[in-house]
């Protein structure tokens, strides 16, 4: 059974929100929301630094929270790769999906439903790459099924440091970010 990761190597990221853009544009975003979004941070101590500049979205948990405390059942994981999906249709918009999200993730549609990154499960379903890892000009993104040894995430993964955001969570999160 395949699931789907992210990969993206903060080495290479410039911030340039190509795919901040792209998923804008493809995902119908409206104007002041975002599926993904740009986080500059400094890790280490003076005079030790690192700058890390990562594309944060959803990070489609293998335990998601936001799935488990869904009181209608809209919020769930897709039958392919694993992705968490909400149907806008079934969300009545009560929040418990936001408040239960770490990762800050989600927000209300203006028509009144959660959105979310979807890894653009409708191009992947077609076999194409989500939005943001097509255009990114550094090719710092990587998707695919880490369940596969032969994948380029799984590749990536097995070969390189890498962490996830707030392991400690325990919502197993699915977006890595090579070192």
């Known amino acids: 059974m395949a699931r789907f990761v992210m990969v993206i190597d903060t080495s290479k990221c410039v911030g340039c929100m190509d795919c901040v853009v792209a998923c804008k544009t493809e995902n119908k975003v409206p104007e002041g929301f975002n599926r993904d979004w740009i986080v ?11 700058l890390e500049i990562r594309s944060e979205r959803c990070n489609h948990c293998d335990a998601p929270p936001c799935v488990y405390c869904c009181p209608t059942g809209a919020s769930h994981v897709h039958s392919l790769g694993g992705v968490v999906l909400v149907e806008h249709n079934v969300c009545i918009g009560c929040k418990a999906c936001l408040a239960s999200c770490p990762y800050d993730a989600r927000f209300i549609h203006p028509d009144g439903y959660a959105d979310k990154c979807t890894f653009c499960i409708h191009r992947v379903e077609k076999g194409m790459d989500p939005a943001c890892v097509s255009v990114c000009p550094t090719r710092c993104m990587y998707f695919g099924d880490v369940d596969d040894p032969n994948s380029v995430v799984s590749k990536f993964l097995a070969s390189r440091k890498y962490h996830s955001l707030i392991p400690e969570a325990g919502t197993k999160p699915q977006v890595f970010f090579l070192a």
């Open 40 to 50: 500059q941070d400094v890790i280490g101590s003076y005079p030790t630094l690192h």
